[in-house]
């Protein structure tokens, strides 16, 4: 094993200040470089540390963003079950409430339309034939439901007796180009079943009309237009201009209500004067 010397101790010492002197002179000489680095890379540093802030705050936003969307989802479709359900419930509420006044407007237009022929019935007590035979214009209509049938019943009553044309008086005929008319074979006079009648030229439905007569003829007259127009669904002032004429037939006719068999508004049909 060899000693050191103090020869070799001295040496060790200078090497050792020699390499602290080195050192020292090369971090001054560095130190410049690397204050200069150091300046370049804090900037890059501190950018980077916001930046890492800035994506971790914006995940935690998206984060949050989906959170709220998809409570906002449940809500909405929780809101839209309830409102569904709602719908439905006022749905079949408003049907029964529907049928409901279905139900009562029935109900009051027949109490209305009980009310309207009791009143009649007041007005016909001792005037003459009743209306048993058509208790309403519904029945009425069953017999005479359109101006084909009225056209039947007014052909077969106006030539009861027999055809004899109102130009020649020939007495045969052929159809004629109307319902229910006839075509005189001499003078070829085409005759509507309405000519020389009470509803010639009639603008209203013929059963309408037909009806009006009954009850203007088994009232004597003493229904008011207003009350025919509420019966025939008529404006009034219609009612009032076939219910005046029909009157003052009734006036110049010397059948009575009453009198008669029960038809004798079929002899105010066959009016020529009218």
Avoid at 21 to 30: D, E, F, G, K
Avoid at 180 to 197: F, I, L
């Amino acid at each position: 094993m060899s000693s050191i010397t103090p020869a070799n101790q001295k040496q060790a010492m200078l090497l050792k200040d020699t390499t602290i002197i080195i050192s020292n002179v090369a971090l001054l000489y560095y130190l410049p470089g690397i204050g200069l680095i150091m300046g370049l890379l804090l900037p890059y540093i501190i950018i980077k540390r916001q930046r890492t802030k800035t994506s971790l705050e914006q995940q935690r936003m998206v984060e949050q963003m989906r959170e709220n969307e998809s409570r906002s989802q449940a809500l909405n479709e929780q809101l839209s079950s309830l409102l569904e359900s709602k719908t439905m419930e006022l749905k079949k509420n408003r049907e029964i409430i529907q049928k409901q006044n279905e139900e009562i407007s029935a109900l009051s237009a027949q109490l209305k339309k009980d009310a309207t022929w009791l009143n009649l019935d007041v007005e016909l007590a001792g005037k003459g034939p009743s209306l048993s035979k058509f208790a309403d214009f519904e029945a009425f209509s069953r017999i005479y439901p359109d101006k084909d049938a009225v056209l039947k019943y007014i052909s077969a009553l106006k030539w009861d007796k027999g055809y004899s044309c109102i130009r020649c008086c020939n007495e045969t005929f052929l159809a004629g180009q109307t319902p229910y008319g006839r075509r005189c074979t001499k003078c070829g006079y085409d005759e509507s079943a309405t000519v020389n009648t009470i509803f010639h030229n009639a603008k209203i439905l013929l059963n309408k009309a037909l009806y009006m007569l009954i009850l203007v003829y088994n009232t004597k007259g003493a229904i008011s237009s207003y009350k025919l127009a509420e019966i025939l669904d008529i404006r009034q002032s219609t009612c009032w201009v076939y219910s005046s004429k029909f009157k003052k037939k009734l006036l110049q006719s010397k059948d009575s209500p009453g009198k008669t068999d029960g038809e004798g508004w079929s002899r105010m049909v066959l009016d020529q004067s009218v």
